[in-house]
């Protein structure tokens, strides 16, 4: 099961903090941090960067090797670590906070500040259960459930690489909104995915879905 780091992003607010974070962040990070003006997004940027370090070497243990573990991305835009072999991870920051999954297996993860909902997000990428689960919920109820899916809809996003295009409105993900986990079976590839939510601060919904082996 994949390792879930989370951090406020709050302290690499502050200009000095983050100058000292880019010694510890992968040169693709510290490329992307430099090119942004707004504090609060490089602070996203800077504090992802720093949990995939940390939690790459802590899933390693002894085996990690020393210094920066280099980042680079595949064609469809998933990142994968150049220099170390078997381990996947997943980043994802919203408004405060910022995540980190990391696995043995393909993974996805997303974290999403909750505001309010988009109704066209949901006629778009939702599956006809799932709004019409939506539906049936108080208007407080609703926000929550509607921002829990659109994190696991982002999940399967960042684990496929395949974008928004792919058929997000035929995954029905309401199984994962009663808590605990789901395992979706994909009879076209015989490939399976372990969904799940994550615990995550007050105002915010966050979701992983990984890779299940045979």
């Given at each position: 099961m994949a390792?879930?780091?989370?951090?406020?992003?709050?302290?690499?607010?502050?200009?000095?903090?983050?100058?000292?974070?880019?010694?510890?962040?992968?040169?693709?990070?510290?490329?992307?941090?430099?090119?942004?003006?707004d504090v609060k997004k490089k602070a996203?940027?800077?504090?992802?960067?720093?949990?995939?370090?940390h939690g790459a070497r802590e899933f390693l243990g002894d085996k990690a090797p020393a210094g920066i573990y280099n980042v680079a991305v595949e064609e469809g835009g998933k990142p994968y670590f150049t220099d170390i072999e078997g381990v996947y991870f997943s980043i994802s920051h919203s408004a405060d906070m910022a995540l980190c999954a990391i696995?043995?297996?393909?993974?996805?993860?997303?974290?999403?500040?909750?505001r309010e909902i988009?109704?066209?997000?949901?006629?778009?990428?939702?599956?006809?259960?799932e709004t019409e689960f939506l539906r049936k919920l108080s208007v407080n109820e609703s926000e929550k459930a509607f921002f829990d899916l659109w994190c696991l809809k982002e999940s399967y996003v960042k684990?496929?690489?395949?974008?928004?295009?792919?058929?997000?409105?035929?995954?029905?993900?309401?199984?994962?909104?009663?808590?605990?986990?789901?395992?979706?079976?994909?009879?076209?590839?015989?490939?399976?995915?372990?969904?799940?939510?994550?615990?995550?601060?007050?105002?915010?919904?966050?979701?992983?879905?990984?890779?299940v082996r045979s």
């Open positions: 390792q879930i780091y989370l951090s406020e992003v709050k302290l690499l607010e502050n200009e000095r903090n983050a100058k000292e974070a880019l010694d510890g962040v992968d040169p693709l990070r510290r490329e992307e941090a430099a090119k942004v003006k996203q940027i800077l504090t992802a960067g720093l949990l995939l370090q696995s043995d297996v393909r993974v996805g993860a997303d974290i999403q500040q909750r988009r109704s066209d997000i949901a006629g778009r990428f939702f599956h006809p259960d684990f496929t690489g395949g974008g928004l295009s792919q058929g997000l409105d035929e995954l029905d993900f309401t199984p994962v909104l009663g808590g605990g986990f789901a395992v979706f079976e994909f009879t076209e590839n015989g490939s399976r995915i372990r969904a799940e939510l994550v615990d995550a601060p007050h105002g915010y919904s966050a979701a992983v879905i990984e890779e």
